[in-house]
C-alpha cells in the first residue's frame, strides 16, 4: 500500500508541471501560425500587385524594330497597335532613240517616283494606309517638261479597313481599283518600270468603298467596291476632275482571283493564278482619257465637244504563273463606252469597243524564285565576297486597238491620234538585295496612224525607248 502511494506521488510530481506548461505551450503555437499566415498572405498580395504592374507594362511596352522586310516599325507586345514607316524612290534615265522633240520625245534624268509609305494597325482590327507622291507625275502631257508642276505632291493612296473577319475585309479611301493585274502589283516589283498598254484602258485608282477577302486557305481571293467615276488611265481624286466637265457616276468594280492548286501536293501548278474583273458604271461628262506609249508620251486623244454619255463596261480576263525561276503574266482588257460629239445642231452618239492585251515573262538566272511580289537574292550584293545578288531576264509583248468607229464619227483625228500600237521590250533586272534593284531595259513601240503634222493615212515614227532605273526601298 505505502509502495503504491509512492508512485502516484511520483507521478504527481512528473505530470503537474507539465499540466501547467501545455497551455501555455499551445498558445505560443497558436500565435505564432497565425503570424505567419498573416505574413504570408501579406507576401501573395504583394506578389499580386507586383504582378498585376508587370503585366499593365507589357501591355503598354513597345517592340521597336528595324530591317530590310518591315523597314522601320514600332508595335505593341500584343501587336494591338503598330506604326510601320518605308517608301522607296525610282530615278530614271531615259534615252529616245533620235530624240524626237517634235512627238514630245526628250531624253534625260527624272525622279519616276518619290513615295512615303506610313501604314499601320489601330485595336487590332484596323489597319491604315498612306502614299503620297513627291517624283514625276505629270504622265498625260509630254515628258519633256521640267517645270515644279511635273513635281507636285499628289495622293497615291490613303484608305483605312477593317480586318476583324479576314474573308470579309471592309476598305475605304483612295487605291487601286481592283481590276488590271498589273497596275494592282505593287510597282516595287513590276517586270518594266512602266505598266504595259492594258492600263491604257484600266482606271488606276479611285476613291471609294469595298468588301474582299480570301477563302479556302487563300486559293480564292475576292473583291467587289463601289467608286467615284474614274476614267481609262485615270488616277482620280473625287470630286471634280481638274480636267473639268467630270459628271461621272459611281460604277462598280468587282474582281475574283483563283489559285486552285496553292498549298497543294502538285507543286509545279502551285503558283498558277487564274482570275476575271470587271467594272460598270454610267458616264457622263467630258472626263475622257488620254492613251500613252511606254515612254509616257500621248498618242491618243478625243477632239474637242466629245463627252461620255452612258454605260461603259470594261472586262479584264489575267493569269499568272510562277513556278521555280520563271514567272509568267498576262491579260486582256475589253473597254466598251458610249460617246457623244456635239458640233452645233450636229449630234453623234455611238456605242466603241477598245481593246488591249499583254504577256510577259521573267527568268531569274541566278536561281532564286520568281514571285508576283518580287525577287529575293539568295546572297546580297558582295564583290569581295564573290557575290553578286540577283539577275532576272525580262520580256514583254503588248497591243492596243482603238475601235475604227471613232475616227469614223469624228470623235478622234487620225492626223493626231494613233489607231493602234504595238510595243515589245527586252530588259534585266539585277537586285543587290532586299532593297536595291538595278533595271535596264529596251523597248519599241511601233503605231498605226496618228502621224504628228502629216497625212491621216501615215504613220507615227516607231517609239524606242532605252531605260535605266536604279530603285531603292524600304
Known sequence: MRGFRKVLAVLAVILLPMSVSMPVFADDSTADIEKRLNDLEEQVADLKEELFKKKQAAASSAVVTANSK?????????????????????????????????????????????????????????DFYLQPEFGY???????????PSAYAVALQDAWVDYKHFPWATIKGGKFKIPFDLE?????????????????NLSPQRDVGFQLGGNLFKDRLTYAVGIFGGAADHENFYGGSSTAGGNNNNRYGAGRIFVQ????????PLSGLGIGYAATYGKEKGTDLPTYITPGQA????????????????????QFYYYYN??????????????????SGSNIIKD???????????????????????????NHDFDPLNGSWGAFELAARYGQLAI?????????????TSISAEKAWAVGINWYLNRNAKLVFDFEQTKFRRGAVNGPSTDDRKTENLFTGEFQLSL
Open 137 to 147: 507625275n505629270d504622265t498625260y502631257s509630254t515628258i519633256t517638261s521640267t517645270a
Open 70 to 126: 518591315d523597314g522601320f516599325s514600332i508595335k505593341s507586345e500584343g501587336g494591338d497597335y503598330k506604326l510601320q514607316i518605308g517608301g522607296y524612290i525610282q530615278a530614271d534615265a531615259r534615252e529616245f532613240a533620235d530624240n524626237k522633240k517634235d512627238l514630245g520625245y526628250s531624253s534625260g534624268f527624272i525622279a519616276r517616283r518619290v513615295r512615303i509609305i506610313l501604314q499601320g494597325t489601330v485595336a487590332r482590327d484596323f
Open 351 to 377: 456605242k466603241l469597243d477598245n481593246r488591249a492585251w499583254q504577256l510577259s515573262g521573267t527568268y531569274v538566272l541566278t536561281g532564286e524564285n520568281a514571285s508576283y511580289t518580287g525577287v529575293i537574292p
Open 325 to 342: 525561276s520563271l514567272g509568267v503574266l498576262g491579260e486582256y482588257v475589253d473597254s466598251e463606252e458610249t460617246l457623244k460629239y456635239t
Open 183 to 199: 497596275n494592282l502589283q505593287d510597282t516595287r516589283y513590276t517586270n518594266f518600270p512602266e505598266i504595259g498598254l492594258t492600263g
Open 403 to 415: 475601235d475604227h468607229k471613232v475616227f469614223d464619227d469624228g470623235f478622234a483625228n487620225l492626223n
Open 260 to 267: 486552285p492548286f496553292k498549298a497543294t501536293s502538285l507543286t
Open 298 to 317: 500621248p498618242v491618243f486623244s478625243y477632239n474637242s465637244g466629245v463627252s461620255a454619255d452612258g454605260p461603259q463596261l470594261r472586262g479584264s480576263p
